[in-house]
């Protein structure tokens, strides 16, 4: 089992940069698959992005490429998401998860772990 702790989140202005970080416990982050997703008042969450534990592919979705950026330190057992050019509508509660069977991994339901998510807003 594996225990995760986000941080990083706050009031930036559109065109600015934040870093989210997600603190794992229990377990090394290299055995599972990691995602991060967001969720905006009344909607439901959704992917952002992805780093799979084979071969550290990764994937986001369309409104984040080029923008965003998920890593891992595998010494520091924590997990990144780089934010750049940030825009009002990605304001949103970010979550980090993981998941141990990367079956389906754009899907919130593949999941087995979760923070309690870390709230970043950003201002036009």
């Known amino acids: 089992q594996v225990q995760l702790v986000e941080s990083g989140g706050g009031l930036v202005q559109a065109g600015g940069s934040l870093r989210l970080s997600c603190a794992a416990s229990g377990r090394t982050i290299s055995s599972y698959c990691m995602g991060w997703f967001r969720q905006a008042p009344g909607k439901e969450r959704e992917f952002v992005a992805y780093?799979?534990?084979?071969?550290?592919?990764?994937n986001y979705r369309d409104s984040v490429k080029g923008r965003f950026t998920i890593s891992r330190d595998n010494a520091k057992n924590t997990v990144y998401l780089q934010m750049n050019s940030l825009k009002p509508e990605d304001t949103a509660v970010y979550y980090c998860?993981?998941?141990?069977?990367?079956?389906?991994?754009?899907?919130?339901?593949?999941?087995?772990?979760w923070g309690q998510g870390t709230q970043v807003t950003v201002s036009s």
């Open positions: 998860a993981a998941s141990s069977g990367c079956s389906n991994i754009y899907s919130r339901r593949d999941y087995n772990y």
């Open positions: 780093l799979h534990r084979i071969g550290g592919v990764t």
